[in-house]
């Protein structure tokens, strides 16, 4: 009855699990480096020195902490958006800046949010693609800054899109089935092609899940749009990159923001673009 107040909602909403995606965005890469440490140990039969215990760390302890004095952040400064301009982007004990990131994903996060509930309205396609939204923002900041594509987030969505699919949300079962098997096997075939004709790896094992991944929640149909966009962006930007910003062709840049970039504009506007795509290409 009240769709403005329900976007409203939802923008609210957005900002608000946009601070704890930084939350997920910072520890989650630490708390498996944490665990591949442990296995390690435990292979090796090697035992933790006392002072080598460390507290819990998790997405939810230790309390959300200044890097630089080491204060803990109380409610009232965490608030998304609000206590970054109110404390003018700096720390309240020892005043060190904070970075602009925090506030930027709460923003991106409240306005894809947003946006979701503005074009799919007020129903179940709102409900599964906001928290594909969250878990993509994850991805590609995640995959920005550590070259990695975690599957405590890939392969769970991965599930939630075939089963979201199971009762037609975004695509029928079997398109989704094919789709995350034509995901993967795509990806992977072309890693491997690459590496038996350079001798290098051209992408990771995390990108061949998040292909899958988005081939569940929106079929196979969409495939070729989203690796097309991506390879668009990728283009674009590394060129971009190389010329600009004098970056090293042989550092390699991440290809998961691109998937991400381009699986959330084929979930919005994938059907768009195939139709024009269809209604210019074919003559008269």
Request: proline fraction near 5%; charged fraction near 15%; charge should be neutral.
């Amino acid at each position: 009855m009240y769709p403005v107040a329900f976007v409203i909602f939802m923008a609210i909403l957005g900002l608000i699990i946009g601070s704890f995606l930084n939350v997920v965005i910072y520890r989650l890469p630490r708390m498996m480096e944490r665990e591949w440490h442990t296995q390690c140990k435990e292979l090796l039969n090697f035992q933790d020195k006392p002072e080598e215990i460390h507290e819990s760390f998790n997405l939810v302890t230790p309390r959300s902490r200044c890097p630089q004095c080491n204060h803990k952040i109380s409610a009232l400064d965490n608030i998304p958006v609000i206590s970054y301009l109110l404390l003018k982007g700096k720390c309240r004990v020892c005043n060190s800046s904070i970075s602009l990131r925090y506030p930027l994903v709460e923003t991106i996060s409240g306005i894809l949010t947003a946006y979701i509930a503005w074009h799919f309205g007020y129903s179940v396609q709102t409900l599964f693609a906001v928290p594909l939204t969250w878990a993509l923002i994850c991805l590609c900041m995640i995959d920005i800054d550590r070259q990695i594509l975690p599957d405590d987030i890939t392969l769970p969505f991965l599930w939630l899109g075939l089963a979201c699919n199971m009762s037609g949300v975004f695509t029928d079962v079997y398109s989704s089935l094919i789709g995350a098997m034509a995901g993967y096997s795509v990806l992977w075939s072309m890693f491997i092609a690459f590496k038996l004709a350079t001798g290098k790896e051209g992408m990771g094992y995390g990108d061949f899940k998040l292909f899958a991944m988005l081939g569940a929640w929106l079929g196979w149909q969409m495939l070729p749009l989203i690796i097309l966009l991506s390879s668009m962006l990728g283009a674009v930007i590394g060129i971009s990159l190389i010329l600009f910003r004098k970056h090293d062709k042989n550092i390699p840049i991440p290809f998961g923001p691109y998937l991400v970039i381009s699986g959330w504009i084929a979930m919005i506007w994938g059907d768009a673009i195939v139709a024009a795509y269809w209604s210019w290409g074919l003559p008269g």
